[in-house]
């Protein structure tokens, strides 16, 4: 009945907690943070102002005295130092600020990202012997080299010491590199292991500073370490809040010159700068760059002093960003076109899909629009002669990286994390790839997992709607992974107007009433306004924000998902049969050999249905109205169901809802509820 599940995290009516009047914050926030596992001050206090003097010793990671011991040596010996990144936001950012580290001390590095459209991810072999020849005595790898085994062994035989500083996931080899910096090591006893790249490599300029140093210098790096752990989309708990709640702060005032042109450029408020305006509209430009070939731009512009050379490094940037749009556009579209043309892809849980001369650089991005679309986990690859390339996206529940683990035999090299990683293989291996994760889905994944949960925190009372609450919200920011946008949901509002909006008409603007309007946007939603009519009851699920326009500020619910609240022209046929009359009488007679008491009959507004819905209820109803309410109330929980005319026609241990029920032909003591409807 419905495309997406809404699950309440909570469900009854928002009451006031101990936690919400020490805090002084709303019973609604201070639900939010309860859903979140926070309900002492403490833990909450924290959570709200997390503070830098919780980030942890360093030195617990693996390997990080070798390291520092090994740097410390070649600033002595006045060693050739070469810092190895890769070329997206996380690499160019542990690169820039290694390189901003480097600067501080005055010792001279030089930097080394491949060109992604012609040597692709991680350190290759070609790379290593050119900086053999430039005479590297030391390579300090970041966000990449966890596997690269092959490539460490030849650094070695040329006598190139390497430091690997990685976050992704490790396999069962490990390179032979002089010291190896990663927290998601087997033996690594570092406390947090969801660190982003270049949050690794800011713990390994925390190791190399002295401590009453670093609590002054780290400011200098925090900005950009802030940038790459929202747009490398790593969890958003423990030192990851510490570091971008702080750097969120730091990015108001611009302490880093080039990332303040590129804010401009982007026509972001400093003042309300958060971490969507970092993911959504910062992160792409630096990426764009390395998507088409370009990344050391990123660190010329988070490198630099000059006011004049960072305006002309972000306005480029927002050229070659432009760029990646059209490019982009077009290869969606022809992702698209294959997935029509091909019926095969309606029954395949894994989208794998090839062609020729699509651009290394943007294949992620596309693929990760695929994903969201179809809710399918997707592999794109670009196929030049005989090999192909790519990268996959993955769904809630499904590791891609685990897939790839199991299809290695087709493939050359892959790399990544559960829900993204990158791939190469021959072309010839494409349709057994494509069999394979297929195989593999259809074990691992039901028809059920393929549907998309949206968690939802709790129906939302329009009288706590707010600008009060909506700057509550914010004190809650980063959101991200691990503490998502708060979603609520309100239900049988009335559609008002709908029309599509934007230059490209791609948008959903619609007006909906219950108590009040409220204006609702839907981003890339234009396709739902032909669904939905004037005067139809709709489910809103939404994140609550503001519009500020013209000096105008409004209340603006941002849509995730909306449907009928009822299927039209039904919900308007209310005149059916009741039978409700003689279902009482009939509960009645079952007093004697049931325990009626244990069966709740009340009508009492203060019930929460939810204590009542489970796989032991009975559900039964004489309306269409109470049929869809129940509908309605059922898809926010966990609860398979069955629906049923007159008797339960299949007994099993799923829920029971009955249209029109015959009590005398239905076994009641089968149930521990049973929920009327139309009370």
């Given at each position: ?35 979140r596992?926070?309900?002492?001050e ?11 003097e919780y980030l ?5 990671m ?26 997206d ?15 501080s001390?005055?010792y ?19 790379a ?94 925090l ?5 790459a ?5 790593v ?27 590129l ?53 480029l ?8 749009q ?15 043309s ?52 993955s769904?809630?529940g ?26 190469s ?14 195989e ?7 028809d ?6 949206i968690n939802?925190?709790?129906e ?13 919200l ?16 309100i239900?049988?509002?009335?559609v ?9 008409k ?5 007006n ?22 004037i ?15 013209m ?5 603006q619910?941002?849509i995730k ?12 046929n209310i005149?059916?049969i009741?039978?409700f ?23 009492d ?32 929980t966990e609860?398979?169901f069955?629906v049923n ?11 029971q ?16 509820n049973?929920?009327l409807?139309?009370?």
């Amino acid at each position: 009945m419905f495309n997406k599940k809404w699950t309440l995290k909570y469900k009854d009516k928002i009451k006031k907690y101990d936690l919400s009047e020490k805090m002084k914050i709303s019973p609604e926030i201070g639900q939010i943070l309860k859903n979140r596992g926070i309900e002492s001050e403490n833990d909450a206090e924290i959570f709200i102002n997390p503070s830098l003097e919780y980030l942890r010793d360093p030195l617990l990671m693996k390997d990080m005295q070798k390291a520092v011991d090994r740097i410390k040596l070649a600033i002595e010996k006045k060693e050739n130092i070469w810092i190895y990144g890769d070329y997206d936001v996380d690499g160019v950012s542990s690169t820039s600020i290694l390189c901003i580290y480097f600067q501080s001390i005055g010792y001279p590095v030089k930097f080394y990202i491949p060109n992604r459209l012609e040597e692709g991810y991680g350190i290759n072999e070609d790379a290593i012997k050119v900086l053999s020849e430039q005479d590297c005595d030391l390579i300090i790898s970041v966000d990449c080299g966890i596997t690269s085994v092959k490539e460490v062994d030849l650094a070695n035989d040329l006598g190139i010491d390497v430091i690997i500083t990685d976050h992704h996931e490790v396999q069962e080899s490990i390179p032979n590199a002089y010291a190896v910096i990663n927290p998601k090591q087997e033996d690594c006893k570092y406390p947090f292991d969801m660190l982003c790249g270049c949050g690794v490599a800011f713990k390994l300029i925390q190791a190399l500073t002295p401590k009453d140093e670093f609590e002054k210098t780290m400011y200098d790096y925090l900005e950009i370490v802030t940038l790459a752990t929202i747009c490398d989309i790593v969890p958003l708990i423990d030192e990851n809040r510490i570091i971008v709640k702080n750097g969120l702060k730091l990015m108001k005032d611009g302490k880093n010159q080039g990332l303040r042109e590129l804010i401009n450029v982007c026509g972001i408020d400093t003042d309300k700068i958060g971490s969507s305006h970092v993911g959504f509209s910062i992160g792409p430009r630096i990426n764009a760059s390395g998507r088409l070939g370009y990344s050391y731009l990123g660190v010329e512009l988070f490198t630099t002093k000059s006011k004049e050379e960072a305006v002309e490094i972000a306005t480029l940037l927002e050229e070659k960003n432009n760029e990646r749009q059209m490019i982009e556009a077009k290869m969606y579209q022809e992702a698209e076109n294959i997935i029509s043309s091909n019926e095969r892809y309606k029954d395949d849980k894994v989208l794998v899909i090839a062609n020729e001369g699509w651009q290394h650089g943007v294949i992620g991005i596309v693929a990760s629009k695929l994903t969201e679309k179809y809710y399918k986990p997707t592999i794109l690859l670009t196929i030049e002669g005989d090999e192909a390339t790519g990268s996959a996206r993955s769904i809630k529940g499904f590791s891609i990286f685990d897939t790839l683990v199991e299809c290695s035999d087709l493939l050359g090299k892959f790399g990544g994390h559960e829900q993204a990683a990158g791939l190469s293989m021959n072309k010839d291996n494409i349709d057994k790839l494509r069999n394979k994760v297929n195989e593999i889905a259809n074990f691992n994944l039901s028809d059920e997992d393929m549907i998309e949960n949206i968690n939802v925190e709790f129906e939302l009372n329009e009288d706590s709607i707010d600008f009060n609450l909506i700057e509550e919200l914010h004190n809650l920011e980063p959101f991200g992974v691990s503490n998502p946008t708060p979603k609520f949901i309100i239900r049988n509002m009335e559609v008002r107007s709908i029309f599509r909006m934007g230059k490209e008409k791609n948008h959903l603007k619609v007006n909906l009433e219950k108590e009040k309007v409220y204006e609702c946007v839907g981003f890339n939603m234009a396709y739902l306004a032909d669904k939905f009519d004037i005067g139809d009851k709709v489910d809103v699920l939404f994140q609550l924000d503001e519009n500020n326009y013209m000096g105008s500020r409004k209340i603006q619910f941002l849509i995730k998902d909306i449907r009928l609240a009822y299927p039209k022209d039904l919900s308007k046929n209310i005149n059916c049969i009741k039978l409700f009359k003689s279902i009482l009488p009939c509960l009645e007679k079952t007093n004697e050999l049931y325990d009626i008491e244990s069966i709740n009959i009340s009508g009492d507004e203060d019930i929460n249905i939810f204590d009542y819905i489970n796989e032991k209820s009975l559900i039964i109803t004489n309306s269409i109205n109470g049929f869809f309410k129940a509908i309605s109330d059922i898809s926010l929980t966990e609860y398979e169901f069955d629906v049923n005319y007159n008797i339960v026609s299949n007994i099993n241990d799923k829920l029971q809802v009955i249209f029109f029920p015959y009590i005398d032909k239905i076994d009641l003591k089968r149930y521990n509820n049973i929920i009327l409807y139309d009370y």
